[in-house]
């Protein structure tokens, strides 16, 4: 669901002069032996309706060729399309280097529909400071390498640090327990004035959506593989207390409020209002609460997943499986120069964003939390150094992030969370729903669903 936002709302990079590409061998060597520039084919090109986007990207790829005289670009509008994705393959349409979410790898995969790039990626700078669970998406079972990680995600709590100042609560310390979420839930609920202390979204597949998030914080899952289908996971113990929690929060606390069926629209027209205390979101939520609904960055926090999981996401980038050796290179010369390229965000990527008065600070590209180590260390100095947002607020999330165990989204997404919505909804509207009964029954809607996975 948030891979949407995260992708409209993310400019991976400006236009620069400072180059660190691949090695000689990666840039030069063979495509120079072929008799001239190796022609690459790129998604990802913002559409003219969003022209700061697409000067940007566009200044990339002409600064990027200048750097490379071996190599030429040549640029197409959007993303790929699952639903078109074969039938581009097949018709020797699809671009060279294309765009994935973290929930295309797998399949395109295991239907050979990806370049192996095992042998070449050990040539990318950086590569092996890229945090292991991000590449283990881009992986087969044998440890093949398929595609690079530029950016990623993973759902937190978003919390109004002025409402826990005003309730009593310490701004610094977000809940990290679904105990200690529900006790501050009730206490900025308190407040009154319409206050409410946690809300979550329960229609439009969202509320599917935020349940899965719910069944990772409790360390459950959504599906399972079984062999060689996948079954629902839900109805279980860990499904019960996610279920439970809501429901106390809603019935017993008041806590959540009596307005329910909520979309992420009404939860974030709330938190900008300054009436809601607490609710799920990643991290490009808060950019958004400011430019569309009037919020101040210094008034909002984020900390990490309670519980033990979390919903993860992000996007990479993939070569076609037809691509030549040079086109492989070159295509990897421009993902490592464009998105993985963290010397070049510390000296002039991030200043270029702070001149033109883009948010420098937030854990989300140019500065996305990919890195380990060293890398991860620098890009953070970086970060606050040109900071023009509160990097402290983000600190909880970020520290706890690395402690809990990221999964991706179930297969055939988008059906899961329509059944699942009906269980949000019904704990949240009615007092005496039967979760047993809704579990089971959504358990049965959803093997049906997964049964056609392939």
């Known amino acids: ?3 949407d936002r995260f992708r409209t709302t993310t400019a991976l990079a400006l236009a620069t002069g400072l180059v660190v590409g691949l090695t000689a061998a990666c840039s ?3 495509d120079q032996q072929a008799g001239g520039p190796v022609t690459i084919t790129i998604d990802g090109q913002p559409p003219q309706t969003q022209p700061f986007d697409r000067k940007i990207f ?11 005289p071996d190599i030429k670009v040549t640029a197409h509008e959007g993303f790929m399309d699952p639903k078109t994705f074969s039938a581009k393959l097949a018709g020797g349409q699809l671009e060279d280097v294309f765009y994935v979410y973290f929930t295309d790898p797998a399949n395109l995969i295991a239907r050979h529909q990806a370049a192996d790039i095992t ?13 292991p669970a991000l590449l283990d998406v881009f992986k087969d079972a044998q440890g093949h ?9 993973s759902m937190g709590l ?21 105990d200690e979420v529900r006790a501050d839930a009730k206490k900025i609920a308190d407040l009154g004035n319409n206050t409410v202390g946690f809300a979550d979204y329960s229609a439009n597949n969202q509320g599917g959506w935020h349940f899965t998030a719910w069944m990772y914080a409790e360390g459950g899952d959504i599906a399972k593989k079984d062999g060689n289908t996948w079954k629902a996971d839900f109805n279980n113990d860990k499904g019960k207390a996610a279920l439970q929690t809501l429901h106390d929060m809603r019935w017993t606390d008041n806590s959540m409020g009596s307005k329910q069926l909520l979309q992420i629209e009404d939860v974030q027209r709330m938190m900008g209002a300054g009436q809601l205390g607490m609710y799920l979101a990643a991290p490009d939520n808060i950019p958004t609460l400011v430019n ?6 210094s008034d909002y926090g984020l900390g990490s997943m309670p519980g033990s999981g979390t919903l993860i996401g992000g996007e990479g980038y993939m070569i076609n499986p037809k691509a030549s050796a040079a086109q492989i290179k070159a295509g990897l010369t421009w993902i490592q120069w464009k998105y993985l390229n963290p010397e070049r965000v510390n000296s002039e990527v991030l200043n270029t ?15 996305p939390d990919l890195w380990t180590g060293t890398v991860r260390d620098q890009q953070t100095a970086a970060k606050e150094k040109f900071a023009t947002v509160p990097v402290s607020n983000y600190k909880p999330y970020l520290d706890g992030a690395q402690k809990l165990k990221g999964s991706l989204e179930p297969p055939n997404a988008q059906q899961v969370y329509a059944i699942l919505d009906t269980v949000m909804s019904t704990v949240l509207t009615n007092k005496d729903a039967n979760f047993d009964q809704l579990l089971s029954d959504a358990s049965q809607k959803v093997n049906s669903v997964l049964a056609t996975v392939k």
């Open 58 to 68: 566009d200044a990339d790829v002409a600064a990027f060729e200048k750097a490379h």
């Open 28 to 30: 030069g060597g063979a």
């Open 158 to 178: 978003l919390y109004n640090r002025a409402l826990f100042t005003k309730a009593g609560l310490d701004p610094d310390k977000p809940p990290t327990t679904w």
């Open 292 to 297: 569309q609904f009037k919020g101040n960055y």
């Open 145 to 153: 390498v398929y595609g690079l990680p530029t950016a990623n995600y």
């Open 1 to 3: 669901m948030s891979t």
């Open 119 to 131: 042998d070449y990626v050990k040539d990318v700078p950086h590569v092996n400071d890229i945090q």
């Open 353 to 367: 964003y702070k001149e033109q008065g883009q948010p420098v600070g937030l854990p989300v590209p140019p500065v």
